[in-house]
């Protein structure tokens, strides 16, 4: 099943995309030069952490690690500020979010923490306490816990093989993919997850979401506007995956993840109006239920491979 849609791309849009693509990376940059936890006692549990994998369990267990409350409160702040400069869109949630914290209402650590452990019902409701729009807090929150989930990724990398890994979601923190990029024709398919800039290895033809291999429910969408990229959707799960297609199998290059991915929003529309649905980032598909409301912010350095 193939479609081709056509869809018009804004210069202006993409132009501002990478703009917040590149202050958000360097917020991130900033941040990961720094040792982020204070105690990381997963670095020394290699047994544990393989019987994880080989159950199916991502290896992050945030209630592991000790973060500073300075660094959550830098994180916030430069995340805060960077976002003022770059999403005027949302300048009164922002607004909102500095007026509560320089209060004292608000604290980052906690917003932190909730994040980590993938504490949904709280964030929701910190969302209509403070009168904020709850999707403007799931991107910002996903991005604040970014460095961190990313640090402990590139630590977790170096002490297990990863190669045997072919779930959907991720195998350092859980959450779904939400982009793929794949060689060209019949090349590997990897996954990568914005939320701690990890890639994988997995199935060309299976959907990510169901894990459906009947070919008859599986296809792709082509938009004229987005040369080499494709939409896979999948007509048992109606989820969809954003891909890029490369002309060989040479991943280990550096690629921008976070900057294809914010400037390939207008994909995800296209994909919701021909009837299938974003995956919800912010919940881990493994044992949560799907908020209704998706997420459709986005994230750069070089992504954590993690293949031996």
């Given at each position: 099943m193939t479609k081709h849609t056509e869809s018009g791309a804004n210069n202006g849009d993409l132009s501002a995309a990478r703009q917040l693509t590149q202050a958000v990376c360097s917020v991130i940059a900033g941040l990961t030069e720094q040792n982020l936890f204070e105690a990381f006692p997963l670095g020394n549990q290699q047994d544990y952490l393989k019987q994880l994998l080989k159950s199916g369990i991502p290896l992050f267990e945030p209630e592991q690690v000790t973060i500073s409350k300075n660094l959550s409160q830098q994180a916030f702040s430069m995340l805060l500020r960077a976002l003022t400069d770059h999403m005027p869109e949302a300048a009164?949630?922002?607004?909102?979010?500095?007026?509560?914290?320089?209060?004292?209402?608000?604290?980052?650590?906690?917003?932190l923490m909730i994040t980590l452990e993938h504490r949904w019902s709280e964030l929701r409701q910190c969302a209509l306490t403070l009168s904020v729009d709850v999707e403007l807090l799931q991107f910002f929150t996903l991005y604040l816990a970014r460095p961190f989930r990313q640090q402990a990724a590139e630590r977790l990398a170096n002490l297990i093989d990863y190669h045997n890994w072919r779930q959907g979601y991720c195998p350092v923190c859980g959450h779904c993919a939400v982009l793929g990029r794949q060689g060209a024709p019949e090349g590997q398919r990897w996954l990568?997850?914005?939320?701690?800039n990890t890639q994988w290895r997995f199935a060309r033809l299976q959907c990510a979401f169901c894990l459906n291999q009947v070919q008859q429910d599986l296809g792709y969408l082509t938009v004229e506007a987005f040369p080499g990229r494709r939409i896979y959707v999948c007509d048992k799960c109606k989820r969809?995956?954003?891909v890029i297609e490369s002309g060989n199998d040479q991943f280990e290059a550096p690629f921008d993840y976070d900057l294809e991915y914010f400037c390939a929003v207008e994909l995800d529309r296209i994909a919701v109006s021909e009837g299938y649905v974003a995956q919800p980032i912010w919940v881990l598909p493994y044992e949560s239920p799907i908020p209704t409301a998706v997420l459709t912010g986005k994230l750069s350095s070089r992504p954590v491979v993690l293949d031996r």
């Open positions: 009164q949630d922002l607004t909102t979010l500095q007026r509560t914290f320089d209060e004292g209402a608000l604290s980052p650590h906690d917003l990568w997850c914005c939320c701690c969809y995956l954003k």
